[in-house]
């Protein structure tokens, strides 16, 4: 089973977050044993943002297995189409980001699983197993 990372799960691992980082290791060491972890573009470039240069961000991802995996053309346009079918959120309530669509797309498309901790947005939008490392 291929499973994409979100960004959140990720962060959780290298930032050694107090709340969610154990639980989250554990879920992609059981994703790992399940078959490829796979990071498309944004997860990539949000996670590479949190180190200093591209040879540590190489590694750690390297460490944990997980592999880059681009885009899809029609994992794009399903995010465009989705993005823009989705309602407005009123009240000056933010619009979901573009890059939150092109993650769950890509996950629809090109993978069989989504491991996040935004279970709540991907399992309303998206067609797709999503895995929650909290259990919930």
Same mark, same amino acid.
Do not use: C, K, W, Y
């Given at each position: 089973m291929k499973t994409a990372v979100d960004s959140s799960v990720l962060l959780d691992v290298f930032g050694g977050d107090a709340d969610f980082g154990e639980a989250s290791l554990d879920a992609l060491r059981a994703a790992y044993d399940a078959g490829p972890l796979v990071a498309c573009d944004v997860v990539w470039a #949000?996670? *590479?943002a949190h180190f #200093? &240069? &591209?040879? /540590?961000?190489?590694? /750690?991802?390297?460490v944990l297995g997980? *592999?880059? #995996? %681009?885009?899809? !053309?029609d994992a794009a346009a399903a995010a465009g189409r989705l993005w823009r079918l %989705?309602?407005?959120?009123? @009240?000056?309530? =933010?619009?979901?980001?573009? /890059? !939150?669509?092109?993650?769950?797309?890509? /996950?629809?498309? =090109?993978? &069989?699983a989504l491991?996040?901790?935004d279970r709540g947005f991907y399992r309303r939008y998206? !067609?797709? @197993?999503?895995i929650d490392p909290t259990g919930a």
């Open positions: #949000e996670v *590479r #200093e &240069d &591209d040879t /540590a961000f190489r590694r /750690a991802v390297g997980v *592999r880059f #995996e %681009a885009l899809g !053309d %989705a309602p407005r959120p009123m @009240n000056g309530v =933010q619009r979901r980001l573009m /890059a !939150d669509f092109l993650i769950g797309a890509h /996950a629809m498309s =090109q993978a &069989d491991l996040t901790r998206f !067609d797709l @197993n999503v």
